[in-house]
């Protein structure tokens, strides 16, 4: 189930994740895969159940420098990172065991460009039990980290920031909108989205 000949000409970083992470999944079973921003409301795959999941000991934060999706490298941008520390809520994917690693390079194309997030598997609680989840995460000793940033930073970056994808304005009002249309609360993002 190798991936280095679809991986090349990538970093070498990101293909050593993915290789990391197929071999932890195995492909002997589903693939579940954890979203708390972009990949609530746009998948950009085909799945065979979403459920509500909750993880503890990370929690959804806007502080991911982006200078591709939601920014350039003159005006970063800014993508959601899970951070360690409290607890996030947002929805867990199946995709069939056939369909697990094409899914998985396009997931790498998408969220690992950079190879900047930390593939991670995580303990998700669904009101069916408990699963495994594939979740990209952040670390605070990472370079794309921002740090704490002042409020008059996050009003320059959601006028200004566009990559992409588009703006991280909308990136952000967009994931605000669908964790409030599945009924989560999220009030950290609430406060910033003030900002604009």
């Not at 990101?14 to 990949?39: H, K, P």
């Not at 350039?72 to 951070?83: A, D, I, S």
Request: glycine residues 8%.
């Amino acid at each position: 189930m190798s991936a280095l000949p679809v991986f090349a000409h990538a970093h070498r970083n990101q293909i050593i994740m993915l290789e990391q992470t197929l071999q932890r999944w195995g492909g002997q079973q589903d693939l579940w895969v954890f979203a708390y921003g972009s990949l609530i409301w746009r998948p950009d795959f085909v799945f065979a159940e979403r459920r509500a999941a909750r993880v503890y000991g990370w929690h959804r934060a806007l502080k991911m420098w982006s200078t591709i999706n939601r920014g350039t490298p003159q005006c970063p941008g800014l993508v959601f990172g899970m951070l360690s520390g409290g607890s996030c809520q947002g929805m867990a994917y199946r995709i069939p065991k056939e369909q697990g690693l094409e899914v998985l390079r396009q997931l790498w194309q998408r969220e690992m460009a950079n190879a900047v997030y930390d593939p991670r598997w995580l303990a998700c609680h669904t009101e069916y039990g408990p699963i495994q989840a594939l979740a990209f995460t952040l670390s605070r000793s990472s370079p794309n980290h921002t740090g704490e940033l002042a409020a008059h930073e996050y009003q320059r970056i959601f006028s200004q920031a566009r990559g992409i994808y588009g703006t991280t304005r909308d990136y952000a009002q967009s994931t605000y909108d669908e964790l409030l249309r599945l009924g989560i609360a999220d009030k950290a993002l609430q406060r910033l989205l003030a900002h604009i």
